[in-house]
């Protein structure tokens, strides 16, 4: 990293911070200022060198799933071959309607989030797509009824 910022380096307000982005990516510096309890300049100076250092690596936007047309979630375990996550990996970034996936270390080897318009869309995917990937050997699918993200979310 530019000047050596490792985890270690983070400190209490560094850490508030990041909190508050992960609540709003897009405030303004002068309410993430306010909100983490430091001068606007304080905040500019922080927030570029977490970026700079690739603490911070972009800003995002939370959408309702179900007002984007996606209405239909579903948790996709993978077991694969030996070997194939690289291939698996590069697959994956091109399907449509994969939202996440992650290598696993477990019972499981790859678990992916899917977000697609129907169950005849998400239907496709796992059995015609995620099933035709070289290297993978079977899949396990659970349907996702409701969600709540981070810290502090509301109960369902």
Do not use: C
């Amino acid at each position: 990293m530019a000047d050596g910022l490792d985890t270690s380096d983070l400190d209490d307000t560094d850490r508030r911070i990041l909190r508050e982005l992960l609540k709003d990516g897009r405030m303004s510096v002068r309410e993430l200022a306010e909100r983490a309890h430091i001068s606007r300049a304080h905040a500019y100076t922080r927030l570029e060198r977490l970026q700079r250092n690739g603490v911070v690596t972009g800003f995002t936007a939370r959408i309702d799933h179900d007002r984007a047309g996606l209405k239909t979630s579903a948790f996709v375990a993978m077991s694969i071959q030996q070997d194939s996550w690289r291939g698996i990996a590069e697959h994956l970034r091109r399907l449509e309607f994969v939202e996440h996936f992650s290598l696993l270390g477990g019972d499981v080897d790859v678990l992916v989030l899917l977000r697609a318009p129907d169950n005849s869309s998400l239907r496709r995917i796992v059995l015609e797509q995620l099933h035709g990937v070289p290297g993978v050997v079977s899949t396990k699918t659970w349907l996702i009824f409701d969600e709540a993200n981070g810290p502090g979310a509301k109960s369902l």
